[in-house]
């Protein structure tokens, strides 16, 4: 019964959208065009007139936005409506005999997750695998575009080939608002130009406690510096009216709300659903700190900077103003997405739920119904269901049909969709423009990634002028970060996790240092010889990581390819044993020492070893351009950038942020030397 039930759906798609055609009604772009279409100017005007009576209303480019929302949508059936709520991974749709899914299930939306790539992973293929996604979208009646996201969070950092900037932390500590907002237009550019229209970016948490493994996703730990950063959406989405440009995307501001604020201790929603110390854990905090800390940088994001979609957290809330032990999960929380974010800001984008979000909600408790329930009911408009996505769309027409849910709330989620479609401009342009994937990862765009890195550089110690250098000395270079790209990108390249083995084009550090000296030593773990009178740069920090894996004293990833099963390092915010040794020999013996610290996060430099370091440097995660580093060590650049968080001098004071009552960090917020 089930087989026979689905050939005869996928049938009458065919046909629906067959019927469509052949009554001239709707107007498709060929896949793969490079530029828009041109219209026809052989047309007579009375076929033009003709033509123009017999457009359906929805399909009018001419008509407001809103009225062509409200015509598709009284055209549309239940079942239609609930697949533009439904998000799919591309792994679930991608084979030839599951390609069909796209069409029959009514999908609104299909992403990519870390890692989740077409082969061969190039910038063509993408564009091409996206472009064949959309074609079975358009076999649908009525013929409504699928919209494509990816965790664009530090270029597209999934497509290899792509323009690798530095993680949020990094651009933080430019101060730099109007880098930012062109680092994201740059980044907007790639993505949209080989296939995706929409990134889950920028993260606009505040992150209060650097053993979060999501530490480097923040632009700081002030409310005021995000804020302040949140230009990265005009650059995502340009101006208003400019979605549908071929060089912007729509942007997600995430993850709503509090996910930096979690308590260690917490995590994966008080070990329920995993074994995470803090990441997806419970904001333990009175209303007013909420309001601060979490929720303020959403007022802007909305009102002044026009976010197209917001993404709900993982992590609990548990506000201590009525005693603890009444935690709601984000997904769930609709006096916050209903009432303060939709209501009481004006947001009139949509929320999308994160991935497999709503499992989130009362784990071990809920069904899954109740938890669809509970998701669509606080306000999620589309959700990110990877793999169930079939069970999803079932569970939820049963829920409409039975009256747990509304009419009035899935047609107010599907309307919020499909205004940012029509907006996005993808009915008359469903197909990948790819005026600019030749400039994917491009001289040009290199340049405002090096640009970035030079500019987030933060300068903490410099004892005795020790830089910028002069191009002329020995330079003895060490440590595991000074060859290692992979290292320097971080996690969410290539692979959701990053890692130490990922090899992506660009320059590494030592690369950018040996274009820069002329006599130039290399030794990872400072075992050469050190000649004589030259200056030592050790550059040590962390391996890649991301999410509850960067977590301090987490669980290890073991699992991409490069792992061959072999658990990471474990991170602890502490330099291992070989990079210290590296930079107590290096120190030991070199005229004067720098260490370069390339990490997501702070990283403990004990005293003795800090005595005898003339320049401190923290790099974070520079992404593809390790020349940017090599520009401020030399001089090309100034050192200008400042710490978007505190510096601590022991793990043991996280958290630590300025303004609490006894703050004592080895650097405070905010601090960073410079040079001429």
């Not at 239940?78 to 796209?102: W, Y």
């Not at 803090?278 to 994001?301: E, K």
Request: net charge negative; proline share 7%.
């Amino acid at each position: 019964m089930v087989a026979f039930a689905r050939t005869r759906r996928r049938t009458a798609v065919a046909l629906g959208a067959a019927a469509v055609l052949a009554a001239g009604l709707i107007s498709v772009q060929t896949p793969g065009a490079s530029a828009r279409p041109h219209s026809a100017s052989a047309t007579s005007t009375g076929a033009a007139s003709s033509a123009a009576a017999d457009v359906l209303p929805y399909r009018d480019p001419s008509l407001p936005i809103s009225q062509r929302v409200a015509d598709l949508l009284g055209r549309m059936n239940l079942d239609e409506k609930i697949g533009q709520m439904t998000q799919a991974e591309r792994a679930s749709v991608d084979a030839p005999g599951d390609i069909h899914k796209i069409s029959d299930d009514y999908l609104g939306s299909v992403l990519s997750g870390g890692g989740s790539v077409p082969t061969p992973n190039t910038p063509e293929a993408w564009a091409d695998m996206v472009d064949r996604y959309q074609s079975q979208a358009l076999r649908t009646p009525l013929q409504i575009p699928i919209i494509y996201g990816i965790d664009t969070v530090h270029g597209d950092g999934n497509m290899y080939g792509a323009t690798v900037f530095p993680h949020n932390i990094g651009l933080g500590a430019t101060r730099d608002p109007d880098l930012v907002r062109e680092v994201e237009h740059v980044a907007a550019s790639e993505t949209r130009s080989t296939g995706p229209q929409w990134a889950f970016a920028p993260c606009i948490c505040v992150a209060r406690d650097d053993r979060w493994g999501r530490t480097y996703e923040s632009f700081g730990e002030t409310p005021q510096l995000v804020e302040q950063m949140e230009t990265a959406i005009d650059g995502f989405q340009g101006p208003p009216g400019h979605l549908s440009d071929n060089d912007r995307v729509l942007a997600t501001a995430k993850h709503f709300a509090g996910d930096g604020l979690t308590t260690y201790g917490t995590g994966s929603n008080m070990q329920q659903t995993g074994n995470y110390p803090i990441d997806q854990g419970v904001d333990q905090v009175s209303r007013a700190t909420f309001d601060n800390l979490a929720l303020a940088p959403y007022v802007d994001a909305v009102q002044v900077h026009h976010v197209g979609s917001v993404m709900p957290s993982y992590s609990d809330v548990d506000f201590t103003d009525d005693g603890l032990g009444n935690r709601v999960n984000m997904h769930a929380e609709g006096d916050l997405i209903n009432g303060w974010l939709k209501s009481e800001q004006g947001f009139d984008g949509f929320v999308i739920s994160d991935y497999n979000g709503i499992d989130h909600i009362h784990p071990g408790t809920y069904t899954f119904a109740q938890q669809v329930a509970a998701g669509v009911n606080a306000g999620i408009d589309m959700f990110m269901q990877p793999s169930n996505f079939e069970q999803f769309e079932a569970t939820l027409k049963g829920l409409v049909e039975d009256g747990t849910v509304s009419m009035a709330r899935i047609d107010d989620a599907v309307s919020r969709i499909l205004t940012a479609k029509f907006e996005l401009g993808l009915f008359e342009h469903p197909y990948t423009d790819r005026t600019h994937l030749p400039d994917v990862g491009s001289p040009a765009h290199r340049a405002v990634a090096r640009q970035a890195v030079s500019e987030s550089q933060v300068l903490l110690k410099n004892d005795r002028g020790t830089l910028p250098l002069t191009a002329n000395r020995p330079v003895y270079v060490a440590g595991s970060n000074a060859d290692n790209i992979g290292n320097q990108a971080g996690g969410w390249t290539l692979t959701w996790q990053g890692g130490s083995t990922n090899v992506i084009p660009g320059t590494t550090i030592l690369q950018g240092i040996e274009a820069d000296a002329s006599d130039v030593t290399y030794s990872e773990d400072a075992s050469a010889p050190i000649p004589h009178q030259a200056t030592g740069i050790v550059v040590v920090g962390e391996t890649p990581y991301a999410e509850g894996f960067g977590d301090v004293n987490g669980p290890r990833w073991a699992y991409d390819p490069g792992d061959h099963g072999v658990p990471r390092p474990p991170k602890t915010m502490e330099l291992s044993d070989a990079d210290a040794n590296a930079v107590n020999t290096v120190c030991a013996q070199a005229a004067r020492c720098i260490v370069l610290v390339v990490s997501g996060r702070p990283m403990i430099i004990p005293p003795d070893m800090l005595s005898h370091i003339d320049a401190l440097v923290a790099s974070w995660l520079p992404g593809s351009e390790g020349e940017g580093v090599a520009d401020v060590l030399f001089g090309q650049q100034p050192f200008t950038g400042k710490l978007p968080v505190s510096w601590p001098r022991s793990v043991d004071q996280e958290p630590i942020n300025i303004g609490d009552a006894s703050y004592d960090p080895l650097y405070p917020f905010g601090w960073g030397l410079s040079t001429k």
